[in-house]
């Protein structure tokens, strides 16, 4: 069983940047990858950005594309999400979470963290 905790959010101006953080912990020896999501008030949840857990594939959401950069640490087991260039509709609750194989679904959600981009 895999927990995550997601840190890093904040408030920022528009244009400004923030680097979220993704720890693990416990058994991650069956992740398959890892994927950030995140739900802004009476929105549905959102896809983001995914990364293979070990190889350099990585995959982004089309709002994101050139903004936001995925990062792996896996001596640390955390993935990084370094937005930048922030908009106002970038505001929401970030998450993140795993799944074991490439056909399954995510799931070991966090708690997640807000990040508010001001205008």
């Known amino acids: 069983q895999v927990q995550l905790a997601e840190s890093g959010g904040g408030l920022v101006p528009v244009g400004g940047s923030l680097r979220l953080s993704c720890a693990a912990s416990?058994?991650?020896?069956?992740?398959?990858?890892v994927g950030w999501f995140r739900q802004a008030p009476t929105k549905e949840r959102e896809f983001v950005a995914g990364?293979?857990?070990?190889?350099?594939?990585?995959w982004y959401g089309d709002s994101v594309k050139g903004r936001f950069t995925l990062s792996r640490d896996n001596a640390k087991k955390t993935v990084y999400l370094q937005m930048n260039s922030l908009k106002s509709e970038d505001t929401a609750v970030y998450y993140c979470?795993?799944?074991?194989?490439?056909?399954?679904?995510?799931?070991?959600w966090g708690q997640g963290t807000q990040v508010t981009v001001s205008s």
């Open positions: 416990g058994d991650t020896a069956t992740t398959y990858a």
């Open positions: 990364c293979m857990w070990s190889g350099s594939s990585t």
């Open positions: 979470a795993v799944k074991t194989t490439k056909a399954g679904s995510f799931g070991s």
